[in-house]
């Protein structure tokens, strides 16, 4: 089952539209947090169908309690950086203020010179996690959705620390769709790719993670329960712009593609005055 959050309610994506249900939670996460799962909505009645062109979609949990992230979680982005693989998952925490509804603009703030993208495919929690074993991570899975962790490159390497880079507003795309995990083709090989002005610059699966989805939830619950409609990202395959030496700009297009839902675009927004480079708050102290 893949579905969506619209500014008219609910729906399931069926034949090419938007079964709009007979539900008043407001988005998923709503849901999530009283049922647990998302299967109560494969029964909902449907009030009325739209075009899946047409419909209005916004981001599908709302606003997550909580946004993790996992660095250097990909062979192929390890052996583009010439890093050794690391023994112990990189894991930090985005604010959840982050994030940005599905076809948005991302707005570039001044002081961040070097803006990239991160295409990624994201888990939704259902159920809560805690000291869970790697056996227990998927029944406890609502889903999957595709997202972008973007990252100011710069401003990582000034303060070292990934919530700072990752949590401007706009800077955590996601969305727009979010598939149940019962329905997935095979959960350990789910492919990910993210298009930069139409060009194809990330293309991998999860297949090539290094702690895979069940291991990498496992090993988190065992530092922080996981609530249900909080997200975990699991990490980018080699050719973000860091890769390429090639920062995003105003008027760029990314468009990440995880399989079983829907293209997430974001459209970069790179004001006049957000160009130049500005002394940020540690760099003046110092």
Not at 13 to 23: P, R
Not at 65 to 73: I, R, T
Not at 122 to 131: D, K, P, Q, T
Request: negative net charge.
């Amino acid at each position: 089952m893949r579905v969506v959050t619209t500014r008219t309610g609910l729906g399931r994506i069926e034949d090419g539209a938007v079964a709009l249900l007979d539900t008043a939670f407001p988005h998923l996460g709503a849901v999530l947090e009283q049922e647990g799962s998302l299967q109560c909505l494969a029964s909902c009645a449907v009030r009325r169908r739209i075009p899946l062109d047409e419909a209005d979609l916004t981001a599908p949990l709302g606003r997550p309690g909580a946004v993790w992230g996992v660095g250097l979680n990909y062979v192929s982005k390890a052996e583009r950086t010439g890093r050794g693989l690391p023994e112990q998952p990189i894991l930090y925490l985005s604010a959840s203020s982050g994030v940005l509804p599905p076809g948005a603009q991302a707005v570039i703030p001044p002081g961040a010179a070097e803006p990239d993208y991160e295409g990624e495919m994201a888990v939704v929690v259902g159920r809560r996690l805690f000291r869970a074993a790697e056996s227990e991570v998927w029944s406890a899975v609502a889903g999957i959705t595709a997202a972008n962790d973007m990252t100011a490159r710069d401003v990582m390497r000034t303060t070292g620390t990934p919530a700072l880079a990752k949590s401007y507003p706009g800077f955590t795309p996601l969305g727009p769709s979010v598939r149940t995990a019962d329905e997935l083709a095979d959960r350990e090989a789910v492919g990910v790719r993210t298009r930069v002005n139409g060009r194809l610059v990330q293309d991998d699966t999860s297949a090539g993670m290094i702690f895979p989805v069940a291991d990498l939830l496992s090993r988190l619950s065992w530092y922080a329960a996981l609530e249900p409609g909080d997200v975990v990202l699991t990490g980018t395959p080699a050719g973000t712009g860091q890769d390429r030496a090639c920062f995003l700009a105003d008027g760029d297009e990314v468009c990440v593609e995880v399989d079983g839902v829907l293209p997430l675009v974001t459209r970069i927004v790179r004001p006049a005055d957000a160009a130049p480079r500005e002394k940020r708050p540690a760099e003046q102290a110092g």
